[in-house]
């Protein structure tokens, strides 16, 4: 970032008006002496404050951090809007290695940026940031979801991403298969971190075969002692690669790359890792190989249903029920894509732009 007062623009020179032209409100939030280098993004705010996670990571860049704020906050817009939640879309980054500036009062410093922004934007937890975390960050702010249980919060927020994306394999099995289950299906993991570990045991309960990967000894010696009945393979290329009838991207961004549309044999592509596809037009090319792609921020929208619920006293059984609605939700992306002629992931899009101006718009009709 330039000291001088012209457009703010990013480390590579680009200007971040251009970059994120669909955006309400970007907030650099910088405190010397905690170390807290942050980045708030509000996307849309068209259906209530946006929400969405702090991620705490090392960037290499200022200029990674805005990129990867203003596309993390859209996808929120997305996601809340397609999940049926009163909420628009927020991300925030916070820039450097948590393991060694992550404190009490630099959490608490982030704290107060966001109390700042009045309620425009609710945080959560993300990659780097935990349920602890946001306790700290309450302290000095009203706006924050996703605490501990011992704070009234609603914890881990796996729990339902994990069910709320095996509700979306569900509806892609029975869009596929005729029946909305996976009994005697072969579903590969690729990623048994919090939510590919509850998203095993949801298969197999239902009696699917499960084949999973990890790149984290210590995550793939856990699901062994869990469940000793699951194949595990030694990497995601020999996991793409293996007979498989679904394939369940649970680890980073980006899997869905041109190599791996062109190997996979599976006929659904359903996970709960954000950011699937590795670049536009690839949801072209897996439908074309007759791959049924369930778009991953429709299906993995158990977590943000689950710290949403906590904003109106925390439920686990009303937020259940609401992730249970994926299912629904996933089955008329399917059919809207059918009736549409379009990939899944557009007619996600479409259902979610519409909400957002159908819904949004009625905040033009005045009320005192
Ligand atoms: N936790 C949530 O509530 C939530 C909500 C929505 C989306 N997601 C997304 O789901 C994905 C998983 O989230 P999580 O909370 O389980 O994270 P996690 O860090 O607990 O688990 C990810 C796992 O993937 C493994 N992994 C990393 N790179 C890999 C690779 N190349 N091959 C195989 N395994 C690899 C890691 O070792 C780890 O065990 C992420 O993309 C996340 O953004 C999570």
């Not at 002692?225 to 394939?247: I, K, N």
Request: aromatic share 6%.
């Amino acid at each position: 970032m330039s000291g001088a007062p012209t457009t703010p623009s990013t480390a590579a020179g680009v200007d971040v008006f251009d970059l994120g032209d669909e955006h309400e409100q970007v907030v650099f939030c910088n405190d010397r002496s905690t170390g807290l280098k942050a980045i708030i993004a509000i996307h849309s705010t068209a259906l209530g404050p946006g929400l969405g996670g702090t991620r705490f990571y090392p960037y290499p860049s200022t200029d990674a951090a805005v990129t990867d704020v203003l596309a993390l906050s859209r996808g929120m817009s997305y996601k809340n809007a397609l999940a049926g939640l009163d909420l628009g879309g927020g991300k925030a980054v916070i820039i450097g290695d948590p393991a060694v500036i992550k404190t009490e009062a630099l959490l608490r410093a982030y704290g107060r940026f966001v109390q700042s922004l009045n309620g425009r934007y609710f945080t959560a937890c993300d990659v780097g940031t935990f349920s602890e975390d946001m306790d700290h960050v309450a302290r000095e702010c009203d706006f924050v979801t996703g605490r501990t249980v011992a704070h009234g919060g609603a914890g881990d927020s796996s729990v339902l991403t994990a069910y709320g994306t095996f509700q979306g394999m569900r509806a892609a099995a029975e869009q596929v298969w005729g029946e909305a289950t996976l009994a005697g299906r072969t579903v590969g993991v690729a990623g048994v971190g919090k939510v590919g570990r509850h998203l095993v045991t949801h298969l197999l309960e239902d009696g699917a075969t499960v084949v999973v990967t990890d790149v984290h000894q210590p995550a793939v010696d856990r699901i062994r002692d869990e469940h000793p009945e699951v194949r595990v393979v030694e990497s995601t290329d020999a996991l793409v690669a293996s007979e498989l009838d679904v394939y369940a991207p649970c680890a980073l961004g980006g899997a869905l790359s041109d190599e791996v549309v062109e190997t996979l044999s599976a006929s659904i592509v359903c996970g709960a890792a954000n950011n699937q596809l590795a670049h536009p037009g690839i949801e072209k090319r897996l439908e074309e190989r007759g791959v049924l792609y369930a778009p991953d921020y429709c299906v993995n929208s158990g977590g943000v249903i689950q710290v949403a619920d906590e904003l109106e006293g925390f439920s686990f059984d009303r937020a259940h029920k609401r992730a249970t609605a994926i299912f629904d939700t996933t089955r008329r992306v399917f059919e809207l894509a059918k009736s549409d002629a379009v990939p899944p992931a557009v007619a996600a899009d479409r259902m979610a732009e519409r909400r957002m101006r159908e819904v949004g718009r009625l905040r033009g009709i005045h009320l005192r």
